[in-house]
């Protein structure tokens, strides 16, 4: 691109570090990203356009940490006031969002990022940069493409899919390559020198006889944008925008609609009525966080998407909720029984626990987890026993709650304390961020062991560190009893009592998420509320490895070793 390279060349700098991105301009001079496409396959980059957004080194001075806000304020300095036809300064507009979105889909454009004004720069997805889009569009893997006696260059439609979550291509649908004669060649070609024998898909792509299906290696993504996905997984209107070549195709996911778009301008009337997994759901525009602008029907989206990693960890158990029907800015209440109330797809449990009592709720399915979205749950804590045995616990859970005023390096020096004493006692575990302000650390068991001795072994391990390590550790609850201390919550070991559940999101604002994580990534981890709503489903999508391998089918036992090595007894069986 040397004319682009010129032109900052001749900026009024010796040294900088500019963040921005190349545009070509087609139609309507919007940015067309098949046009830029096109402009580097030719080599024709004259016309190329850049647009700064940030400036993070500038002449020996290191800016990441400066507010975005004065960041911007030296860019527009820097890039304004000069004969630089190509290089040009992106304006910030400080309005309210949803105008300034609903603008942007009016114009036709994509859509817009909103960034934090006072925020630092950071080189990772964060909470302080929102990508709002207009329509859905993603990335999909073309497993095939279609022809007909009039198609143009042998070639018709694009068959597009995307891997589920155990690895198989799921045909969604069919995409027209808007290319020009060159550029619709080279793709040809490129299909052609990957044609296989076989359909690469597990379901059959709908064919109306009149066109020849030719299968692919799937290899080549597609960019599409597209209306909807339709209750088949099919996508609806679908347009192309381009072949992407920036990451490989085992990583293309059907994203959430949370995550694709923020929906804009739909009245409360057409709201009404939409239905997700079988759910209606009622009033989707309804704001839960006012902080960041998540609505109930970006907590539905989330609970569907969500719903093959969460169910594992809930399906079997009863469960308590917390509800807060007028969002994070009203009132919240904990509800452990139906009371009347007819949750979607909600199952009941009785209980030998309780005679008499009321039936214990239960989540089981997609259905289900979306029921509660519906029904304003913003957090779903579960038992440490599932059925049929709701008298034995298959699990303790260690509760790492800190004073607020540690910092983060003394969780994860506690978490790795906590899990080198367990391994001393032979015990495997596992670990998630509670999304809150500690770790859960979990411990598998057979059910071998009543109530009584769960909560007591648990109970144990807190007094052991609370003895060992008395400058750290506390085994007493109430915040006067940890004051620069990590308090082992033992408590969630009783009968009936429950933790916030693996992928649930919790009552705080971004609706951020406990989230499980290895042992082996725990350097990696910044804070126990880092990934919210947004960034969870992105990460599972790109997980190769279930970080709690080998949890599903631990089984273990407390031993009498154990208790000894604690310096402690079990209790007494009655």
């Given at each position: ?64 940490e400066v507010a975005l806000q004065k960041r911007v304020n030296l860019l527009e300095q820097l890039l304004t006031g000069n004969d630089l036809p190509h290089v040009r ?320 390096s003394s969780m994860q020096e506690a978490a790795r304390l906590v899990k080198l004493v367990l391994d001393e006692l032979a015990l495997d575990s596992w670990i998630k ?142």
């Amino acid at each position: 691109m040397p004319v682009l390279a010129r032109e900052l060349a001749s900026l009024d700098m010796d040294t900088a570090w500019l963040d921005g991105e190349v545009v070509a301009l087609g139609r309507d001079d919007l940015p067309d990203f098949g046009t830029l496409q096109e402009a580097f396959a030719t080599r024709k980059t004259d016309g190329l356009l850049y647009f700064g957004f940030d400036l993070l080194y500038l002449n020996g001075f290191d800016l990441r940490e400066v507010a975005l806000q004065k960041r911007v304020n030296l860019l527009e300095q820097l890039l304004t006031g000069n004969d630089l036809p190509h290089v040009r300064y992106t304006d910030f507009f400080p309005f309210d969002v949803d105008s300034v979105l609903t603008t942007a889909c009016k114009l036709k454009l994509e859509g817009i990022l909103a960034k934090r004004a006072d925020a630092p720069y950071v080189s990772a997805r964060n909470r302080d940069w929102l990508k709002l889009k207009c329509n859905l569009r993603q990335e999909f893997v073309i497993g095939g493409f279609s022809s007909t006696n009039g198609a143009a260059a042998g070639l018709d439609r694009l068959l597009l899919g995307v891997e589920d979550n155990f690895g198989k291509l799921n045909y969604c649908g069919a995409v027209i390559p808007t290319l020009k004669g060159p550029m619709r060649a080279s793709l040809l070609k490129k299909l052609t020198a990957l044609r296989i024998p076989s359909r690469p898909f597990v379901n059959e792509p709908d064919n109306d006889r009149k066109r020849k299906l030719v299968w692919v290696k799937p290899e080549l993504l597609a960019e599409v944008s597209f209306i909807e996905w339709t209750r088949d997984g099919h996508i609806r209107h679908a347009s192309f925008h381009g072949l992407r070549d920036d990451k490989p195709a085992t990583e293309i996911r059907r994203q959430s609609v949370s995550a694709l778009r923020k929906s804009v301008g739909n009245s409360p009337s057409r709201a009404r009525g939409n239905a997700i997994a079988s759910v209606v759901i009622t009033h989707p525009e309804r704001q839960l966080d006012p902080v960041t602008g998540l609505t109930k029907g970006d907590l539905v989206s989330y609970a569907e998407a969500i719903a093959p990693w969460a169910l594992p960890h809930i399906s079997s158990r009863p469960v308590a909720l917390v509800r807060a029907p007028a969002g994070l800015s009203g009132e919240r209440f904990f509800q452990k029984h139906a009371e009347g109330m007819s949750f979607p797809g909600m199952t009941l449990l009785a209980s030998e626990l309780y005679p008499n009592h009321q039936r214990l709720l239960n989540i089981s399915s997609a259905e289900a987890l979306v029921g509660a979205a519906q029904m304003n749950v913003l957090e779903i804590h579960a038992w440490n026993a599932s059925v049929p045995q709701l008298d034995r616990p298959d699990r303790i859970i260690l509760d790492l709650d800190p004073d607020p005023e540690l910092p983060w390096s003394s969780m994860q020096e506690a978490a790795r304390l906590v899990k080198l004493v367990l391994d001393e006692l032979a015990l495997d575990s596992w670990i998630k961020t509670s999304g809150s302000k500690g770790y859960h650390v979990v411990v598998p068991l057979g059910r071998y062991h009543s109530w009584d001795e769960a909560k007591a072994f648990s109970h144990a391990i807190a007094k052991h560190f609370a003895r060992v390590l008395p400058n750290h550790f506390s085994a007493v609850s109430g915040p006067k009893n940890r004051v620069r201390k990590i308090f082992i919550d033992y408590l969630r070991n009783g009968k009936g009592a429950s933790t916030i559940a693996a992928f649930s999101t919790r009552a705080k604002s971004a609706l951020t998420v406990s989230m499980p994580v290895s042992w082996e990534e725990l350097e990696r981890v910044t804070r126990a509320d880092q990934w919210t709503m947004r960034t969870a489903i992105e990460r599972m999508q790109h997980l190769s490895v279930d970080p709690w391998d080998g949890y599903w089918t631990s089984r273990q036992r407390i031993t009498a070793a154990m208790w000894r090595a604690l310096n402690a007894r079990p209790p007494s069986r009655k």
